[in-house]
């Protein structure tokens, strides 16, 4: 299995409080990305990375943020969290072959 | 932006029965995967397949991508209970190794 940890795993937080996710990878992987679940809507990207320092946006980037200051860490913040923003995430990481191999994923509730 | 529509959305089968799940887009794709999820976990890689028209066997399962490299399908031969969880199939964008998702299948097989 690829080394891939999320944290947290779960989270319970109130609208408008700023929250955090990591993600740590130790597979040297260039590309990190971050992706939401929804029911009906399958997997869609938020953000991803291409490097250290090296972001961009993806479908659904809106109230979110992300960084990257060390290849290991890809961290995903929802400055003022929303209820719409209720779902599971997940992060990948890839090498640059097509594949993408997934975290164990982080349920966050906004109330 | 590049759309993947899976079909059906739920399946519900006895175990020894067959089965197909089909992906579609408009869009041609370099590459596609398809993935499987389990609850509570990230979804994990199966195949990929890149040439147009290509089949590939993983046991019970056949994959194969359409001629045009639009579409591809997932058939299950005589399906066991671990088949079961959400099936996604995946278009590679050509960009960062970006995979658009498609809206998942999920198939549940009973004894």
């Known amino acids: 299995d690829a080394g891939i940890t999320q944290s947290p795993r779960h989270k319970v937080t109130e609208t408008g409080t700023p929250v955090t996710l990591r993600c740590h990878q130790t597979e040297n992987h260039r590309y990190m990305y971050w992706y939401r679940q929804d029911p009906g809507h399958g997997l869609r990207l938020i953000h991803y990375s291409y490097g250290v320092k090296d972001t961009d946006k993806g479908e659904v980037s809106d109230g979110y943020s992300v960084s990257r200051s060390k290849t290991e860490d890809f961290l995903l913040t929802l400055e003022s969290a929303t209820s719409s923003q209720t779902s599971v995430y997940f992060c990948a990481i890839s090498g640059g072959a097509d594949t993408q191999y997934f975290g164990p994923g982080t349920r966050l509730t906004v109330l | 932006t590049q759309l993947l529509e899976q079909s059906p959305q739920f399946l519900s089968i006895q175990e020894g029965e067959n089965l197909t799940v089909y992906c579609n887009s408009s869009?041609?794709?370099?590459?596609l995967q398809w993935y499987r999820q389990e609850p509570g976990e990230g979804p994990v890689l199966l195949v990929t397949v890149v040439t147009g028209g290509e089949v590939k066997k993983l046991k019970r399962l056949t994959f194969q991508f359409g001629d045009a490299r639009k579409d591809s399908s997932l058939h299950i031969t005589a399906a066991q209970p671990g088949d079961t969880g959400l099936y996604l199939c995946a278009g590679d964008t050509g960009t960062a190794s970006k995979l658009t998702f498609g809206t998942g299948t999920r198939l549940q097989v009973t004894l």
């Open positions: 869009s041609v794709f370099s590459s």
